[in-house]
């Protein structure tokens, strides 16, 4: 009886595995390739879309390492508003991006249902981080306090309208990895990111808080443009 079960066994194997080759699917157990995880993470890297969006995310970073670094200081020592209205006044760009980030994933989602995929979850970040440049700039050249903390907080408050169109397209790159696509991308904000707290006030010395601060509007201008070449898609396939 033994005997026959074996043989049963092993004459059902070809049939088996032709099947497995047939339909591309791997039977229970099976180990998975040890080269995928390197080979996927490499597709990402060097996916161009990607880039871009990490490229446009850093000039984001950089947007907002600025205000988070140097507005209180900029109030303080520029506008000479003095020291507790400086704190004050340095937190409303802040919470105007906080609440506008919501609003802008609104947004975006609204934009793609009347322009399609592509047309309309590039146009909130293309449009929004060109005036957030512009605004940026009618904040340096105000007089009054009060006109250049409206200006800087519109100007933060719209970059904040982005965020959503980001982290989205983000994950969709990726496909089965949207995780780790979002990752490269926050990494790339983050990093180059950090320039802004170490070249504002080097700028700024050679040649004024103006262009120092100034700086931060081509940088946006920059990440807005990097989107006309961004082209989102859905579930990227993998390698």
Partial sequence: MHGRAGVACSSDRPRLESQVRLSGTRPLGAATHSTSVPQG???LLRDRNLLLLTLSYAAVG?????????????????VHMGKSESRFYSGIP??????????????????????????GRTLVPRIGMAASAVLLLFGIFAT???????????????????EG??????VELGGTRGGTAAAIMNTGGNGIGLLAPVVTP??????GWVWG??????????????????EPRRGAPDE
């Avoid at 950089?62 to 200081?73: D, I, K, N, P, V």
């Avoid at 802040?94 to 047309?119: E, F, H, S, V, Y």
């Avoid at 080097?202 to 040649?207: E, Q």
Wanted: with cysteine.
């Fill in 144 to 162: 009054q306090p009060f006109w250049i903390v409206l200006w800087f907080t519109l100007s933060l408050g719209i970059l904040g309208l982005c």
């Fill in 202 to 207: 080097w700028v700024s010395a050679k040649l």
């Fill in 62 to 78: 950089y947007f907002q390492y600025l205000f988070f670094y140097w507005m209180h200081y900029y109030f303080d020592e520029v």
């Fill in 41 to 43: 993470f490499g597709r």
């Fill in 94 to 119: 802040n919470l105007a991006m906080a609440i506008c980030m919501p609003l802008g994933g609104w947004l975006t989602d609204k934009a793609q249902k009347q322009r399609g995929q592509t047309a």
């Fill in 165 to 170: 169109a980001f982290w989205t397209t983000a």
């Fill in 213 to 230: 601060i100034g700086l931060g509007a081509f940088v946006a201008l920059a990440g807005a443009v990097c989107w006309f070449w961004i």
